[in-house]
């Protein structure tokens, strides 16, 4: 007998009642699934009886659309659409002759070792060592992408030179060991303790090391009050706690780094969504073709939504893209541009 | 058990195309849209049961039928072809190509 307490059910199942559309202490009953705790449910609460009463869910109803419900900001589906967008291994905008460009100033070889911050599921780290043959640590706070990307470096045989790690922004120890250089992409406007995070990014910065950093900025102080603003943070799939481009690059400084370049690269970064975007409706037809590709229409729209309200924030200049060089002394970081 | 509910995510767009109507042709907006369907802003409503085809900018043209009135306009069931996977997802994005000059610090100007 099930009782009535909905409150109790594993937050698994509640949250499957709720993508079915039912209400959760209905479905429990449904399925033939009593009262549990959520560690019941982490160990499946399955018996085999229970496996039998319940349905398998279709493909579609596997995943939320933008988030799993297991708090991970990327679902199996989110991954596979936003790859079908943006190239093999890369989340967002930036393939792999952008990268290469935008890294050019760091000089980078195969002797150096590299910390790429925001790694989603490698793309990135594995152009810049496939280019400049340099070893690449990457972090990701997504475990699913972590998982999936060091994947694709196996397959690429570049698990040794690209390695991929899952992570806690808000909650990072002193880093075991030293890079030559630091690479935030896009990862450090989803933190709120930034200034703690880049002051441990200086700290595992060796000497003479150079930081590169690109992130979401916002476009000036009263952003924050915009209505149009305050929906596009609170629809981002993980919660954006983004600040002006001078508190950015003062924290870079205060954190005992000097700054080379501090640029809007936002302009960028619109041709780059535009681009990479323009080619939707081919991809939606190629996926149309198969059962499979079908269930990722939704997903695929879900992102496409969510690339648009990024760009319009953009263009409307509520939001910027900013580039960061820095490096921390102890005789000069060598860069490109001092040859 | 209840009634399953439909959790299809209804964007919101914006996007303007043209509705037409055999040889008449009106401007709507999307109010949103999802993959078989879309909702349309505009001063006038064709008639439950009307087929429309709806044409856009650099969108895939796509035939449907007016299925629904409501408060804000009117829904067209769009069915579940390649073009209307293909309207769909270029009406979401038909607004990430910026106009000239559309781009810029937003305060800069007041």
Redesign the interface.
Known sequence: MVERDADKLPLKLKLKAWWEGYDAQEFAERMGIGLGSEKDDEHNGSSASDAAAAPEPAAEDKEDLLAPSDGDAWSDARAAVSQLIWGEGYCGPGGSEQIISMTQLLALDPKMSMLVVGASLGGPARALSQNFGVWITGLEASGKLVQQGNEISKVKGMAKKVTLAQYDPEDVAKFDRNYDRIFAKESLFTVEKKKDLIAHLFDATKKEGLFLLTDYVLGSESVVMKEEFREWRDREPTRPFCVLSDELEGMVKNAGFAVRVSEDISKQYIDLISKAWKDAGTVVAELMKSEDGKHLIDPLLSEAEFWARRSKMLQSGQLQVWRILAYKTGGGGKMMSDW | ?????????R?Q?GTELKLHLGDDCIAVHVLNI??GGVLLGSDERPEIGTQVRLTGEDI?AVSGNVVRHDAKGFAVDLG?S?EA??F???S??S????TDG???????AS
């Open positions: 058990m209840g009634e399953r509910r439909d959790h299809k995510n964007i767009t999802s993959f895939t579940d390649v996977a293909q769909a997802v270029e979401i994005t607004d990430m190509t910026p559309a781009m810029g610090p937003e305060d800069e």
